[in-house]
């Protein structure tokens, strides 16, 4: 299939590498203007001058930063269909409760979870006026399970961005918005690499509780994320939308 987006216009946080990059390449594939919000100034006007879009440079814990990022889409296409606000950090010093100090903790909820209100504060409006919208929220399978390999900010973080996806998927879905959490399993992405090179031992022991035995591929995860944007999902809203290789599911693991 093709023309999925078709005629319609998608704003990307974090769409320089990874999923976003992923998903950015895919809406525009599918005939969405994508525009990508991001601080990689060094690749991201490339980025978007590939896929015949635009580049904001856009710090996603600044209210004006983003307010200007969704003006940006709105003025240069007309309308804002999709929002997938998918920037994220994981860095090593949020671990253990016991060692994780208030300023790491703060700084993950600033990127991971306050943007996130910040992005659907800017984009509803929009939306509210078209009478249509989908509104795509990168949280976690960690939202939804325990681990004993903390990352404590981090899994508070995505555990917020879900109970606000759906919050908001059930407030606005009579005014022809979904709000959908996506929820990914690890994938192999730059964050999950640089996380994992520095302690192997957690890497391996986080895979082994994977049924199908890998990490996910950002393609795979991008296929979730424009499903949920496309008009085939037009009866989805405040769900929480698992993409996990089956860990959610599994009680133990095959051998």
């Known amino acids: 299939m093709s023309g999925r987006l078709e005629g319609k216009t998608a704003v990307i946080t974090g769409g320089c590498s990874g999923i976003g990059l992923a998903t950015a390449r895919k809406f525009a594939a599918q005939g969405a203007k994508v525009v ?13 001058d590939e896929l015949g879009g635009l580049y904001v440079h856009t710090n996603v814990t600044n209210a004006d930063e983003v307010n200007a990022l969704f ?18 950090i994981s860095p090593p010093d949020d671990d253990s409760i016991l060692t994780t100090s208030l300023e790491a903790w703060q700084r993950v909820q600033d990127v991971n979870l306050t943007s996130v209100y910040l992005c659907c ?4 409006p929009y939306m509210i006026e078209q009478g249509s919208g989908s509104i795509i929220n ?23 961005v879900l109970a ?8 606005f879905a009579r005014q022809g918005i979904r709000v959908n959490a996506l929820c990914p399993g690890p994938v192999n992405t730059p964050l ?8 192997p031992e957690r890497a391996a022991r986080r895979l082994v509780h994977i049924p199908v035995g890998r990490f996910a591929e950002p393609d795979e995860i991008a296929n ?10 037009t009866f989805i809203t405040a769900s929480t939308f698992l993409v996990d290789g089956g860990i959610s599911g599994a009680y133990v693991t095959p051998n």
């Open 121 to 124: 504060k800017a984009a509803l």
């Open 36 to 48: 990508i919000g991001d601080l990689d100034d060094a690749r991201g006007p490339g980025i978007a």
């Open 138 to 160: 990168t949280a976690s399978f960690v939202a939804v399970m325990g681990a004993a390999t903390s990352q404590i900010s981090y899994t508070a973080s995505k555990g917020g």
């Open 192 to 199: 999950l690499q640089e996380l994992f090179a520095k302690d």
């Open 224 to 233: 979730a994320v424009l499903f949920l944007a496309s008009d085939e999902s």
């Open 164 to 171: 606000m996806s759906r919050e908001l998927g059930v407030q």
């Open 71 to 88: 003006k940006a889409a709105n003025e240069a296409y007309g309308t804002v269909d999709i929002a997938f606000n998918n920037a994220g």
